[in-house]
């Protein structure tokens, strides 16, 4: 079994940064295949928002953060990140991470409680 938590959220004037963080505990790195990062906001579906193999740079993007979102990952220490510039009110939500533990998995198999992200304009 494999537990995410996510810290890092906070509030935030728009255009400043935050830096959310993913940390995975259990068997890691030798069951998980992707991690993603996913947001909800009030009153909305959750959205996807950056994906990537876990032992790789992420390799997709929603259209909304790119250029200004990245994540990356410390496979030694099973963590990773969302670096979040020039953040816009629109960016407010709580942002979870996920994983998948195999290719084969339709849908992400763990999930984290989540962080708020408030982004006042």
């Known amino acids: 079994q494999v537990q995410l938590v996510e810290s890092g959220g906070g509030m935030v004037q728009a255009g400043g940064s935050l830096r959310l963080s993913c940390t995975a505990s259990?068997?890691?790195?030798?069951?998980?295949?992707?991690v993603g990062w996913f947001r909800q906001a009030p009153g909305k579906e959750r959205e996807f928002v950056a994906a990537g193999m876990w032992s790789g740079p992420a390799t997709a993007y929603a259209d909304s953060v790119k250029g200004r979102f990245t994540a990356s990952r410390d496979i030694r220490k099973a963590v990773v990140y969302l670096q979040m510039n020039s953040l816009k009110p629109e960016d407010t939500a709580v942002y979870y991470c996920?994983?998948?533990?195999?290719?084969?998995?339709?849908?992400?198999?763990?999930w984290g409680q989540g962080t708020q992200v408030t982004v006042s304009s």
């Open positions: 996920a994983a998948k533990r195999t290719k084969a998995s339709a849908e992400y198999d763990y």
């Open positions: 259990g068997r890691t790195s030798s069951t998980l295949y992707s």
